[in-house]
Structure formats: structure tokens, C-alpha cells
């Protein structure tokens, strides 16, 4: 084994150990996660239980474990061609999935420092806040060891591998699958944003729905806002994933295009930091308590599209010549 070898396998192998310590700190936050939000009796004296913890929680929920599994699903093709940019996009993902963890772990502790629902705390809510204590330390070290297997400066910036690749290799093996799996990834390397955007919409119907249902929702207006918020946040998500993992190797794009594409991610972010803050972002703007659906759904989807194009003019102006 040459030099290079040996340090491309060191190299793999800490990136495959840092991976799996991140896939066990999300076991543990989801376990907690899981225990605050569907058990109502936990629920109900947990202090991120509403908005705007809730939101961070909510969405962390679903995002982490999908990031978890893709990751997991990954190391399956471990030792298939490609080795080191595997290694440097599932530490990203791991990165993204954990970075995801702390920003979540930053509102509970945020919800228990402001003593949120401080009267109905009990037994329970020690609990919480001890899982709170020991997933934080978790995340904390995970992401210590993260920074230790950074990418070296002057490493290559474009991938030549990507997640994608790894499906062909698998579905290979499968003789019906040999043929469409690269024509199929083909495509959605030529459409990612298209599909992405599909899977943020059969994302948002998934959980959507499963409010409706849980929830005993009567109100289409409720339905049609909340699908909306859903798909447009994970649309952004999936979005700045694919931008730091590589999940789906791009070709260039034009620049309108990738002005469209900033833009509309903005927006959906902006629409979840509104949702989180609409209480505090309707007194800022001097109009009162937002008590009504309409008028809850106009400001945080109105937010959304306001980000959306301020953040295409302002890409727009960065293009324009100087004036003489």
C-alpha cells in the first residue's frame, strides 16, 4: 500500500467512525424527540412544547431521521468505487444531520432557560431535561470529532461520485433494475430541483395528513396552510443538503436559474422562521395578536414571499455594472 493509500484508508476509516458516532447521537435525540411530542401525558409538562421551540422540534423530527437513514443506507456501499468522495459526503450529511441536532438542542435549552409552562412542570419534565443534558454532550462531542475530520484545505471542491451513483452500483445487481437505474439517475441529475420538489410535496402530504387525521382537523384553510409550510421548508431543506452533500451531482446551471433556485430556498426558510415567530413578528409590525388563521397564514406565507424576492433583487443588483 503507497502512501496515498494508506492515508485515503486512515481517512476513510475515521470519516466511517465519525459517521456511525453521529447515526448513534441521532438514535438518542430522536428517542427524546419522539418521547416530548407523542406522549401526551410527557407533552404536556415539556417546556418546548409550543412555538417557537416547537417548530425547531417538529421539523428536526422527520429531518433527522431521513438523514439518518440515507446515511445508514450509504455505508452499505462502503467499499464501492468512489471511496473518497463517499467519505467526505456522508461526513457532510453527518455534519448537516448534526448541525440539525444542536440548532434543536439551542431551543429547548432556550425554552427551559425562559422557564416555558414553568407551573406544569413535573417529574416528567426533569427527565426531559436531563435527556436534554446528555444528548447536548453527545452532540457536542460528535461534533468535536467532526471538526477533526474536516476537509483539508486545497482538496477538490467538485464531486466525481456521487450518492446517486452508489444506487446504479446496487441496482446492478438486480437484472430487471441494470438498465433503468442509470437512465433514471440521468434524469434526475438533468431535474434534481423538479425532484425535489416532488419529494417535499409527498413529504409535506405524508405529515400533513397525519395531523389532519390525528388532530381532527375541519378546516381545508388549516390543511392548505399547513401543506404549504411543510413543503416549502422541506424543499429548502432538501435543497441545502443536496448544496453540502452532494447528494445529486448537477450540472451547470445558468445564472437566472441559480438565482430562482436561492431565491426560492430563502423563501422557504423565511416561511419557517415566520411560523416559529409569527406572535412576535405581528407585534413588530404594530398590527396586534394574529388570532386568525387568514391572517396568521398571510403573514408567515407573505414573509416567505417577501425573503424570496428581496433575495432575487439582491442578487440581481450584485450582476448590475457599476455606475461612471
Avoid at 476509516?13 to 424527540?33: M, P, R
Wanted: proline fraction near 6%; charge should be positive; hydrophobic fraction near 55%.
Amino acid at each position: 500500500m503507497t502512501a496515498m493509500e494508506e492515508r485515503n484508508h486512515n481517512g476513510q476509516a475515521s470519516s466511517l467512525a465519525v459517521t456511525l458516532a453521529g447515526l448513534g447521537v441521532a438514535a438518542v435525540f430522536e428517542a427524546l424527540t419522539v418521547l416530548a411530542t407523542h406522549d401526551k401525558t410527557v407533552r404536556a409538562v415539556s417546556p418546548w412544547q409550543d412555538d417557537p421551540y416547537d417548530v425547531a422540534l417538529s421539523h428536526s423530527q422527520f429531518a433527522v431521521p431521513m438523514l439518518a437513514a440515507v446515511i445508514a443506507l450509504r455505508l452499505l456501499a462502503w467499499r464501492a468505487p468512489g471511496g473518497r468522495d463517499r467519505a467526505r459526503q456522508v461526513v457532510r450529511a453527518t455534519g448537516m444531520m448534526t448541525a440539525l441536532i444542536g440548532l434543536t438542542l439551542a431551543f429547548e435549552w432556550a425554552a427551559v432557560a425562559a422557564g416555558a409552562h414553568a407551573p406544569a412542570w413535573g417529574p416528567w419534565t426533569s427527565v426531559l431535561i436531563g435527556g436534554l443534558a446528555v444528548t447536548s454532550l453527545l452532540a457536542g462531542a460528535e461534533a468535536a470529532m467532526l471538526a477533526r475530520v474536516r476537509r483539508p484545505p486545497g482538496a477538490a471542491g467538485r464531486w466525481r461520485h456521487d450518492w446517486l451513483d452508489d444506487i446504479i452500483t446496487v441496482c446492478g445487481r438486480v437484472p430487471p433494475l441494470r438498465r433503468a437505474a442509470p437512465r433514471a439517475a440521468a434524469w434526475l441529475r438533468r431535474h434534481a430541483v423538479a425532484g425535489f420538489a416532488a419529494l417535499s410535496v409527498l413529504v409535506a402530504v405524508v405529515i400533513t395528513g397525519g395531523l389532519a387525521v390525528s388532530e381532527a382537523w375541519t378546516s381545508p384553510l388549516l390543511a392548505a396552510w399547513a401543506l404549504i409550510v411543510e413543503m416549502t421548508g422541506y424543499f429548502a431543506f432538501f435543497m441545502i443538503c443536496n448544496a453540502v452533500a452532494g447528494f445529486v451531482a448537477r450540472p451547470p446551471r445558468a445564472r437566472p436559474r441559480r438565482v430562482a433556485e436561492a431565491s426560492a430556498v430563502a423563501g422557504g426558510a423565511a416561511v419557517q422562521v415566520a411560523v416559529a415567530f409569527r406572535a412576535q413578528l405581528w407585534t413588530v409590525i404594530g398590527a396586534g395578536p394574529a388570532t386568525s388563521l387568514p391572517a396568521v397564514a398571510g403573514l408567515t406565507l407573505g414573509a416567505g414571499l417577501a425573503t424570496s424576492l428581496a433575495t432575487a433583487g439582491l442578487l440581481a443588483l450584485r450582476r448590475l455594472p457599476a455606475p461612471r
